[in-house]
């Protein structure tokens, strides 16, 4: 709130915002049109000046409520019995992909040219998102190419799976009935299956980074059923891999092989362009979202201690472009946009929730955000350096929990946080786990 008061109180932009039309704020003519129809004359710069800073200290106080708050309510809900919690969240993730995996299939019959799953898809898709908004079409109706389930975007159904996931092995690796554990191998392989065929990015880097953490812990516990199910769940992935790369280079549309490609060639390819070409600057989305965290950053360090203002950065960014932002396709419609529609209603995205919190909130906001998840990472660590004194199945849950935790806290890196509600729901969940009765009195008596 300091942070946004402060940059209220030298935003350089109010000519911009006061030059703009009144339409920039959706409800704002209609008040306008209340108060002139009893006799009221407002000013519109006014009008639009109060609008803003009134909406701004809102947007503060609804994210303290819903985000902090939310995480809150769920940690005073389960911090007397966390184990339920997990349980109920499995329960969760298992129902979600039932809703996930149907989706999924529709979309994997449209890429193979199928008629009747596309126009059920252009039936259906609305239902999930407002695909015509402000005049445009996104998110698109159909997706060409790229796997993206009831989600916006590809990516996005990667950032819920690095919430889903680990729930999953979790749940396999506790498992006593030889029936189920061969359900959740076909659930292993359908989920990586269906990640692998979004082709995104930063679907593709989550998974493959929680893949790294679970062999992480499998060598520090060095338990032979953990070594075993680790495996399996590593062949399950491999087998995904493969089925999703011969699917995309035999079976979709807007496939083209080229001539004698073979499998390892097919293989290159994939990584090179799914996940080598993340350290690319100019790479597929990657010119317009380094251009856009490269601005974050560079308003942050003129602004290092409060930044400019919660909400108040999108004014800032395009004199904080790079050349090669400004010549970016992509980037030049973010800017006509804003230009054309006004400040408050078109601004660019918040294309990496770190940089974001650094230029709108300075270093001091940026750390207040991040201490609390540091604080439950470094206690989530002492509870599991103290497995040999958990039963197994709570060592399993503390395990599991913090590569869901740190999938989510990375998909930040390049994303909002807010895509998902998952990173909210975890920092309630894990300061039950690490804060509940039972684990305050030992660390009491120790």
Same mark, same amino acid.
């Given at each position: ?69 939310g995480a809150y309510m769920i940690f005073c809900w389960y911090y007397n019995n966390w184990q ?136 520090? *516990? ?8 680790? *495996? ?6 491999? *087998? ?64 290092p201690v409060l930044g400019v203002g919660s909400n108040l950065r999108n004014a800032y960014i ?42 709108e909130n300075g270093v001091t906001g940026f750390f207040l955000f991040l201490m609390p998840s ?73």
């Amino acid at each position: 709130m300091l942070s946004l008061i402060m940059g209220l109180y030298t935003y350089p932009y109010y000519d911009l915002v006061f030059s703009s039309p009144v339409g920039q704020i959706e409800k704002l003519p209609y008040v306008l049109a209340f108060f002139a129809s009893h006799g009221i004359v407002v000013d519109q710069k006014f009008a639009l000046g109060a609008w803003m800073i009134v909406r701004q200290v809102k947007g503060v106080f609804l994210e303290t409520f819903w985000c902090f708050g939310g995480a809150y309510m769920i940690f005073c809900w389960y911090y007397n019995n966390w184990q339920q919690a997990v349980r109920i969240t499995t329960k969760g993730v298992l129902a979600g992909l039932v809703v996930v995996f149907t989706y999924s299939a529709i979309e994997i019959f449209y890429f193979t040219g199928n008629e009747t799953a596309k126009n059920l898809l252009v039936v259906i898709t609305p239902y999930f998102h407002s695909v015509k908004n402000d005049g445009t079409w996104w998110p698109p109706l159909l997706w060409r190419g790229q796997l993206r389930s009831v989600f916006a975007e590809p990516s996005y159904l990667g950032i819920y799976g690095a919430f889903a996931i680990p729930f999953l092995w979790n749940s396999f690796i506790n498992m006593r009935k030889d029936n189920y554990k061969y359900l959740y191998c076909i659930a292993f392989i359908l989920f990586s299956f269906f990640i692998f065929l979004t082709k995104a990015r930063t679907a593709v880097a989550l998974f493959a980074s929680e893949l790294f953490l679970l062999i992480i812990f499998t060598i520090y *516990l060095r338990e032979k059923l953990f070594f075993k199910r680790t *495996l399996t769940i590593m062949i399950c992935s491999t *087998l995904a891999f493969w089925g999703a790369n011969y699917f995309i280079n035999n079976c979709m549309m807007t496939t083209n092989i080229a001539a004698g490609s073979d499998l390892i060639a097919q293989t290159n390819k994939y990584f090179s362009e799914n996940f080598a070409s993340l350290a690319s600057t100019n790479e597929r989305s990657n010119g317009a979202r380094y251009s856009i965290m490269l601005a974050d950053l560079k308003i942050g360090l003129d602004n290092p201690v409060l930044g400019v203002g919660s909400n108040l950065r999108n004014a800032y960014i395009p004199h904080y472009l790079p050349d090669r932002g400004q010549k970016n396709s992509e980037v030049k419609m973010w800017i006509k946009n804003q230009r054309e529609k006004g400040v408050l209603r078109s601004g660019f995205p918040r294309l990496g929730e770190y940089t974001v919190r650094f230029a709108e909130n300075g270093v001091t906001g940026f750390f207040l955000f991040l201490m609390p998840s540091i604080f439950l990472i470094l206690n989530l660590y002492k509870r599991i350096n103290k497995h040999s004194m958990l039963p197994s199945e709570d060592k399993y849950d503390y395990i599991f929990f913090s590569i869901a935790f740190i999938g989510v806290l990375t998909s930040g890196i390049g994303d909002n946080l807010n895509i998902t509600y998952c990173y909210w729901f975890l920092l309630g969940l894990g300061y039950a786990m690490c804060f509940d009765n039972d684990g305050i009195k030992k660390d009491k008596c120790e």
